[in-house]
């Protein structure tokens, strides 16, 4: 096995150059670290990371708890594969700024989280993070002198936490729908008793008052419940009752996209052509979904990779010893994601369900 001793020999260079090198320490010519890299590469030297933690009191560790490996297997309304995205967002950042991160899964028992906590601390890791796999509220028990940030959730103490921008994200539907001339917009959403239910729904109806839009014109209604095996039941009767008022919705906000294709079968089924009938929005951009669709779906992405890196600088600021922000949420929002399966609207009484 290579030793520190072997690299700067080969690179011609001593051993506290590799050592800085190693530690990504600044101000070193950009020369001499191709140099110990390329040693480093030739030898498969591997730094020992317990003399690099007595040496400078740091891991380069960061944990992360997630339910998000266990909880993959759920329905798509509560957990899914663009959720995976923060983890992707978070490396990233990691990598970055040459940390290491560690992830462990609660396995779908949120009483496993205590236990894991104490284990990164017995760890060492310099940070934590804790991600949900939608935007809700959590109660945590907070680790001693380890930054803590939450990821896709908050809590009411305090605790710095990076969330969707879910009313942003509405908001911004509800503009490009109008842009292209709708003035008819319908809302079927996930469950109010779903923080992300709240907030889109309150967001709908803020935005098409913004607009001027007749409230009567457009009705916003909850297509789902609480995520389980049937969380879709309601979804049929709403869409019905509202494609049969005198003057339907011309187009539709859905609360994620797999309500979204459910919405599609059953508009489908009721005679109506998509999107010449009535225009569709999801919501999420779930690719195994929008792709799945023809014309692929528009939607409005979740920025669950910018959230999984802003998660990781807002813990290393903390780390670093800044101050602690006024405001402890971080909301992200994200952009619309357009195809041609929501047409410009050029006449608003187009079409009428019987």
Excluded at 100 to 106: C, G, P, R, S
Aim: contains cysteine; hydrophobic residues 45%.
């Amino acid at each position: 096995m290579a030793t520190i001793f072997d690299v700067a020999t080969l690179a011609g260079v001593s051993i506290k150059t590799v050592s800085r090198v190693v530690n990504r320490e600044p101000k070193i010519r950009p020369e001499t670290i191709e140099k110990v890299n390329r040693a480093i590469a030739m030898l498969d030297y591997q730094p020992h990371h317990g003399a690099r933690l007595m040496r400078s009191g740091k891991s380069g560790l960061i944990g992360v708890i997630t339910g998000l490996l266990s909880g993959s297997d759920l329905p798509a309304t509560s957990a899914g594969l663009s959720d995976l995205h923060l983890l992707r967002g978070a490396q990233r950042a990691c990598r970055a700024a040459g940390k290491t991160l560690l992830v462990a899964d609660m396995a779908g028992d949120e009483r496993e989280v205590e236990a894991l906590l104490k284990t990164f601390i017995n760890h060492r890791v310099e940070g934590l993070i804790f991600t949900a796999p939608y935007h809700q509220q959590v109660l945590l028990p907070k680790p001693k002198d380890v930054p803590l940030v939450l990821l896709n959730c908050f809590d009411q103490s305090g605790t710095p936490a990076i969330v969707p921008d879910d009313a942003m994200c509405q908001s911004r539907v509800v503009d490009h729908l109008v842009s292209l001339g709708h003035r008819r917009i319908g809302y079927v959403g996930v469950s109010e008793g779903t923080v992300a239910g709240q907030l889109r729904k309150a967001a709908f109806v803020a935005a098409c008052e913004r607009h001027g839009l007749d409230a009567m014109n457009c009705p916003a209604r909850i297509g789902a419940t609480l995520p389980g095996s049937d969380s879709f039941g309601p979804l049929k009767a709403v869409l019905t009752d509202l494609m049969r008022q005198p003057l339907p919705p011309t187009a539709l906000c859905l609360g994620n996209d797999v309500m979204a294709l459910h919405a599609m079968r059953v508009l489908e089924g009721l005679g109506l052509k998509l999107p010449q009938d009535v225009a569709v929005m999801g919501f999420d951009d779930d690719a195994k979904v929008c792709e799945a669709t023809h014309p692929r779906l528009s939607t409005v992405a979740l920025p669950y990779y910018e959230m999984g890196q802003a998660a990781v600088e807002r813990l290393l600021a903390a780390m670093a010893g800044s101050p602690v922000p006024k405001e402890p949420w971080r909301k992200i929002a994200g952009d619309i994601v357009v195809t041609s399966a929501v047409p410009r609207q050029t006449n608003c009484a187009s079409h009428r369900w019987s």
